[in-house]
Nanobody, 122 residues
Framework: QVQLVESGGGLVQAGGSLRLACAAS????????MGWFRQAPGKVREFVAA????????YYADSVKGRFTGSRDNVKNTVYLQMNSLKPEDTAVYYC???????????????WGQGTQVTVFS
């Protein structure tokens, strides 16, 4: 069993930055892949970024490429999503997830956090 707890969400003006954290506990394993997704009201959950736990390799959605950066801290068992140049359209609940496939689909991941709200105002 794996538990994921997100933090770092909040209210920020357009152009600002936030850093989300996802603390993992339980049997994540070095072969795990971590993903970040988001869901805005009335919209489907969409892929944001993926982080390969073992080597830190990352993969981003086109909508956030160049603005968001994923990273991980193996000692703290935590992954991060640094979000810069935020836009109002980035407003959503952000979720982290862990799975065994380095993918961009929700079905690639087995465990999910509870989500953290990010609101960007203009």
């Amino acid at each position: 069993q794996v538990q994921l707890v997100e933090s770092g969400g909040g209210l920020v003006q357009a152009g600002g930055s936030l850093r989300l954290a996802c603390a993992a506990s339980g049997r994540t394993g070095s072969s795990s892949r971590m993903g970040w997704f988001r869901q805005a009201p009335g919209k489907v959950r969409e892929f944001v970024a993926a982080i390969n736990w073992s080597d830190g390799r990352t993969y981003y959605a086109d909508s956030v490429k160049g603005r968001f950066t994923g990273s991980r801290d193996n000692v703290k068992n935590t992954v991060y999503l640094q979000m810069n140049s935020l836009k109002p359209e980035d407003t959503a609940v952000y979720y982290c997830a862990v799975g065994s496939r380095f993918g961009r689909y929700a079905y690639d991941y087995d465990y999910w956090g509870q989500g953290t709200q990010v609101t960007v105002f203009s």
